[in-house]
């Protein structure tokens, strides 16, 4: 797979290297949240409401105007 590239010039807003650690930390507040209401008795959130992109440490994506070979590394 060493030839296989992008076929989207896109890549995140800042310099963070993953949302992972973000995504871990949120989908775990989720699960804990619908455990706790589930034993109270109550209908759990909406998934919608928990893992806000905004908040996480890379904003999302955008496209890149001129990408470079390097930005269409996979």
């Given at each position: 797979?060493?030839?296989?590239?992008?076929?989207?010039?896109?890549?995140?807003?800042?310099?963070?290297?993953?949302?992972?650690?973000?995504?871990?930390a949120?989908?775990?507040?989720?699960?804990?949240?619908?455990?706790?209401?589930?034993?109270?008795?109550?209908?759990?959130?909406?998934?919608?409401?928990?893992?806000?992109?905004?908040?996480?440490?890379?904003?999302?994506?955008?496209?890149?105007?001129?990408?470079?070979?390097?930005?269409?590394?996979?």
């Open positions: 797979m060493s030839r296989s590239r992008k076929k989207t010039p896109a890549g995140g807003i800042t310099t963070a290297i993953s949302d992972k650690a973000f995504k871990v949120e989908h775990r507040r989720e699960r804990r949240a619908v455990k706790a209401d589930v034993a109270g008795g109550q209908e759990p959130e909406h998934p919608k409401a928990f893992g806000n992109p905004w908040k996480s440490e890379k904003d999302g994506k955008a496209y890149i105007a001129e990408p470079r070979p390097e930005d269409m590394r996979k």
